[in-house]
């Protein structure tokens, strides 16, 4: 395996869809699959799945296409879920509830440690107590985690992705409405729901710019 150092946002952003499909067919008990057979699943071409899959090595065999479980393996490898990551969260409104109840971590193994909210005595997760904002300073100078999820309103966010940069987090992942800026190296992925909300707003009105 090869790591694609000049690869496009792109081609990255493919990555996990690719993972996605491959983990459907894989349920099946499907072991092999060609790009034009994920072509017609993903909505991709078979050209550009396998450009976007030579970034990072030759996985397949011409007329025989790709291993599924292998394919799914070197994937794994390469967006980096065959491994555990501890995450918190801070903020436990709508969608810190939903983030904290979703079992799709713990398939794989991205662990909730801890959740943190600013009035903490009047929430409760039923399985993990619920610290305050004014501790997460001190939890983090104590516990090594590798992700921050930030589902604040955005009046304090940045003082909150702040905290989260000096703890050591690796990465944040950020639902607060607003584009917070990182330091210390820490990555971050903005997620504005009103974003996706209104494309497909747009592709509504604008069917025809839609590829189906």
Known sequence: M????????SVIKRLPKYYRYLEAINEKGIVRVSSKELSQITGLTASQIRQDLNHYGCFGQQGYGYNVKELMQEL???????????????????IGHALFQYSGFKTLDYN???????????????????LSTDDLKEYLEKNEIDIGIITTPKEGAQEVCDILCE????????????????????VIENVHLDESLFTLTYFINTPEDFIF
């Not at 794994?76 to 709508?94: D, L, P, Q, R």
């Not at 944040?172 to 820490?186: E, G, Q, R």
């Open 76 to 94: 794994a490898k390469i967006i980096g879920v065959n491994k555990e990551y501890s995450m918190i969260i801070i903020g436990f409104g709508n």
């Open 2 to 9: 090869k790591k694609g150092s000049n690869v496009s946002l």
């Open 112 to 130: 909730v440690k801890a959740v943190f909210d600013k009035n903490n005595e009047e929430v409760s997760t039923g399985k993990l107590k619920v």
């Open 167 to 186: 703890g050591g987090i690796k990465g944040i992942w950020n639902f607060a409405p607003v584009d917070l800026k990182t330091k210390n190296n820490v």
